[in-house]
């Protein structure tokens, strides 16, 4: 049980360009997923904590406009990256918990590369 | 704000024997969760253990086990008969008590297993 999926695994895309990664709960409803980024050998950083049908709450200093976040079903979560940059390329981690829990289980990540 | 610490960047370990991986951390709450997560080279985030503070007695899942010490605000992870397969960067994460959701993550440990 609580699997979290994300698709898709990596992506390479041109600068300039928009990519949606997705993030399911396959087996719970997630009514809370978060979005971190992580950069090589480092920890991971939260961006932001979504709400399924409510909008989006972004740590300090992550662009709300850049990073995309819609949460429209309890099973579903998607980052967009809008106008990306070759800065924005990282490993993208998403994570879900279901009400009346206190885990929050991991998908198995994107790795974005822009060129 | 919560911080979260550890303090081995890298530790290695022979196969079959014990590893211990330090973690501290800073918060002046009473109710708060603290948990280890597992970060193998496929880079899927895996929760290992978890304990809650109000809970005196420490949290054991099979190979791995806790030494939670409140007073101190230590939880460090004891890995028993460590296998290949544990060989990975161990996450110490914080998250405060019901209502909250956010986890904070110490630096990491990467665990080295030689046969």
């Known amino acids: 049980g609580a699997v979290v999926s994300q698709h898709p695994s990596r992506v390479i895309c041109k600068s300039g360009t928009s990519v949606k990664i997705e993030c399911r709960s396959l087996?719970?409803?997630?009514?809370?997923m978060f979005w971190y980024r992580q950069f090589p050998k480092q920890s991971l950083m939260l961006m932001a904590t979504?709400?399924?049908?409510?909008?989006?709450?972004?740590e300090q200093g992550v662009e709300k406009d850049k990073f995309l976040i819609n949460h429209a079903s309890l099973t579903l979560s998607t980052l967009t990256v809008t106008s990306a940059h070759p800065e924005d390329s990282s490993f993208y981690i998403c994570?879900?918990?279901?009400?009346?829990?206190?885990?929050?289980?991991f998908g198995p990540g994107t790795r974005l590369l822009v060129l | 704000a919560q911080t979260v610490t550890q303090s081995q960047p890298e530790m290695s370990v022979q196969e079959a024997e014990t590893v211990t991986l330090s973690c501290t951390y800073d918060?002046?709450?009473?109710?708060?969760?603290l948990f280890w997560y597992k970060q193998p080279p496929s880079r899927q985030m895996i929760l290992v253990i978890r304990?809650?503070?109000?809970?005196?007695q420490n949290a054991t899942e099979n190979r791995f086990s806790v030494n939670f010490q409140k007073a101190a605000k230590s939880f460090s992870l004891k890995i028993s008969d460590s296998q290949l397969g544990d060989a990975a960067m161990y996450f110490c994460?914080?998250?405060?008590?019901?209502?909250?959701?956010?986890?904070?993550f110490g630096k990491g440990t990467k665990l080295s297993v030689i046969p």
């Open positions: 087996d719970f409803q997630a009514t809370t």
């Open positions: 994570s879900a918990r279901s009400q009346g829990t206190e885990t929050q289980y």
């Open positions: 304990q809650e503070a109000y809970k005196q």
């Open positions: 979504s709400n399924e049908g409510s909008k989006a709450t972004y």
């Open positions: 994460a914080y998250k405060k008590g019901a209502g909250s959701y956010q986890l904070t």
């Open positions: 918060t002046s709450e009473s109710d708060y969760y």
